[in-house]
């Protein structure tokens, strides 16, 4: 039994080893691995097929200079779907709602999109911390406010991705509880719930 339902959202440990590492490792299993063959296997064909297909709607949107990114960000979206899947099996535990795993993937492709952007595009990238038809004496004050959003960026979208997926998750033990305890008083009520 739980302490409190806050309890679900702690980091659980086995023997002392906590299993974020394992569940991070997981996902590595999905990735297929090359072979020297020139036949693959079933599931090497289809894990090939999906990633390919997935490649190719992913960027389809985008211009040819956006290609490159086309690894990290399949890799990245299989990693997070992978990860998602693995906590709605019973008895698991979901990294995505610890604030520290969604701050290490945030803060480094932020950071990435602002250096890559200062690089190829300085002037539209500065351009984006003074808003068009400013009054002159309100250029530094603005200026000022805009490099701090900017740099808090990361940090909000990391709190409120943890905490949406700490609510959902929340709500849904929530009405759980809340049937659980109506079955022996009001059994329709609970079907319902």
């Known amino acids: 039994m739980t302490l409190s339902f806050f309890d679900q959202f702690m980091s659980p440990t086995y023997l002392g080893i906590p299993l974020i590492a394992i569940a991070l490792v997981f996902p590595w299993i999905l990735y297929p691995s090359p072979s020297n063959r020139w036949l693959n296997n079933r599931l090497t064909t289809l894990q ?16 040819p200079g956006g290609h490159k990114w086309a690894l990290i960000l399949t890799s990245l979206m299989i990693f997070l779907l992978s990860m998602n899947l693995l906590g709605l099996l019973p008895y698991t535990f979901t990294p995505t709602t610890q604030l520290s795993l969604n701050m290490g993937l ?5 950071l990435a999109t602002v250096i890559i952007g200062m690089r190829n595009q300085p002037t539209a990238a500065l351009g984006h911390l003074l808003p068009e038809g400013t009054p002159v004496p309100l250029i530094p004050v603005l200026i000022i406010i805009e490099t701090i959003s900017l740099f808090i960026r990361p ?31 009001m059994t329709t009520v609970a079907i319902l719930t």
Do not use: D, E, K, Y
């Open 48 to 63: 090939s097929w999906f990633i390919n297909r997935f490649t190719q709607q992913l960027l389809l949107p985008l211009n």
């Open 106 to 110: 945030a803060v480094p492709f932020w």
């Open 155 to 185: 940090l909000a979208l990391g709190v409120q991705l943890t905490a949406n997926l700490t609510a959902g998750h929340l709500l849904i033990q929530l009405i759980a509880t809340a049937a659980f305890v109506l079955l022996p008083m």
